[in-house]
């Protein structure tokens, strides 16, 4: 594709995301005036003081993602609009998160002043064991959902810009670096806050170019009929979508969210009860635009385009054909954009969980790392882990959704239970909460990857496991303590 490259459509690219690059830099140094809480309560929560549209916007553009903007529409290419139904469910994720856990889990953490997850944990739980073994968790997944995001990030530019895809993971890891690394979320609102809105702009562009490129809906809906009648069924091109599948699959990606870390921290960062009820309704909303479009396209693709191979792709590939190229810079700006977005979430959750809850839980560490030493060994923890990072992308999977819902289950099955009935039931406790991770983890690691089921998501199974697991052990020990 280096021939056909249009380098105005690079130079703006470039000039986008320098804008975004560039931003958070600007902010951080602007907004060290402003002192409100510690240097962790500043970088990582923002000081709790997030408004409701921000929120919202950054909610929808954490939760999008490479999955979202390449793997996902590539999966529509492939099995029609079934996809896009299974897809729609994520519609009510945003407002299902707030509303279970926005009101309760603040009003927790901030009673401990909890900065992630794992000190919410340790603290209701009453466990260091409990707080250690889903930082752990949280760890390796989070890495394996990132490492997609950099797949998606190098595919991206190779596709448009002509270069290796090796190439590509290292200019995405020095993009995430500077848009990442040194901003915390205070300032990586802000630019998440405009890359959401870009994801939003360019679903909606895209899909009315498609649709004029392509003739009509009326002409492309004969084109997916001639090349297969099953792709305008709910189960899909292959009878792979099946109503057992597509139910599981749905507490995937919609109640089993309340358990992913990233999502669930953003119950923790709202101002007051108007910006919640802000967040709650833009943020369905901007989901729904995003969600639904983006598949609706890649269904829309196959019936225009019906030779494209790599899937992952698909985006790139006819933004580059349908849109003049002032547009397409804009338009491939919205899969980078949910990349870096995601990115800042996943990589804010791993660094507060291996500093905070593993590093300066060690005496020595937190003896030796104060005051101004802390930002820079922060920010030297953080350089490392996106070297890791970097080495494990240089691979690339198969499909970028497989491995991104490969680490949402494991993270649903770690922390969806204890997070939940921690809240909600007074009867929780730590062993309770310690087996239901380890069940939930192990049964899911064995279904996914040993004894591989297909017929349902195997997250519900693990859920299933680890809630019953829960329920059973946390009532043995009340009864015990009651004895006592």
């Not at 290292?170 to 870009?198: E, R, W």
């Not at 930002?375 to 198969?398: A, E, K, T």
Request: proline share 3%; with cysteine.
């Amino acid at each position: 594709m280096t021939s056909n490259l249009d380098y105005r459509i690079l130079i703006l690219f470039v000039t986008i995301f320098l804008g975004i690059i560039l931003l958070p830099l600007f902010m951080n140094r602007i907004s060290k005036t402003e002192q409100h809480g510690g240097f962790f309560e500043k970088y990582y929560l923002a000081d709790r003081k997030v408004s409701g549209i921000v929120l919202a916007i950054t909610l929808m553009s954490t939760y999008g993602s490479a999955s979202t903007f390449l793997g996902g529409p590539g999966v529509a290419y492939k099995l029609g609009y079934g996809w896009v139904l299974l897809a729609v469910i994520q519609v009510v994720t945003g407002y299902f998160v707030l509303l279970v856990l926005a009101k309760k889990f603040k009003s927790a953490a901030q009673k401990i002043n909890a900065i992630t997850i794992s000190d919410y944990l340790k603290n209701r739980y009453e466990s260091k064991v409990v707080a250690f073994i889903s930082t752990l968790a949280m760890i390796v997944f989070l890495i394996a959902a990132m490492s997609a995001q950099w797949v998606g990030g190098a595919k991206l530019l190779a596709a448009f810009m002509g270069i290796e895809y090796k190439t590509g993971i290292v200019l995405i890891s020095v993009i995430i670096i500077f848009c990442v690394v040194f901003g915390g979320l205070k300032n990586i609102l802000i630019t998440d806050m405009i890359q959401g809105l870009i994801m939003i702009f360019s679903t909606i562009i895209l899909l009315i170019a498609v649709i004029n490129y392509g003739g009509g809906i009326d002409q492309i809906t004969a084109n997916l009929v001639n090349i297969n009648e099953k792709i305008l069924t709910p189960f899909g091109a292959n009878g792979s979508l099946t109503p057992s599948y597509v139910s599981s699959f749905w507490v995937l990606v919609g109640v089993g969210v309340i358990g992913i870390p990233q999502i669930a921290i953003n119950s923790m960062l709202y101002k007051n009860k108007r910006s919640l009820k802000q967040s709650i309704i833009v943020g369905s909303i901007v989901i729904f635009i995003v969600m639904f479009g983006v598949h609706l396209i890649g269904v829309m693709a196959r019936g225009v385009f019906p030779d494209i191979k790599d899937y992952d792709s698909v985006i790139p590939i006819i933004t580059l054909k349908v849109l003049p190229w002032y547009l397409a810079a804009l338009v491939l700006a919205a899969p980078m954009a949910a990349i870096i977005t995601t990115v800042n979430a996943q990589f804010l959750l791993i660094s507060s969980a291996l500093i905070k809850d593993l590093l300066f839980n060690n005496k020595s560490i937190k003896e030796k790392i104060t005051g101004k030493k802390i930002p820079v060994f922060v920010y030297g923890v953080n350089i490392l882990v996106i070297l890791l990072i970097m080495l494990l992308s240089m691979r690339p999977p198969s499909l970028i959704v497989n491995v991104n819902l490969f680490a949402f289950g494991g993270l649903e099955a770690t922390f969806l239970w204890p997070i939940l009935l921690g809240l909600y039931w007074r009867k929780a406790e730590k062993y309770g909460a310690l087996s239901s991770i380890v069940l939930g983890l192990v049964s899911y690691i064995l279904i996914k990857t040993v004894y591989v089921i297909k017929f349902i998501e195997p997250v519900v199974i693990s859920l299933s496991i680890s809630l019953v697991a829960f329920v059973i052990v946390s009532l043995l020990m009340s009864k015990k303590q009651l004895k006592k």
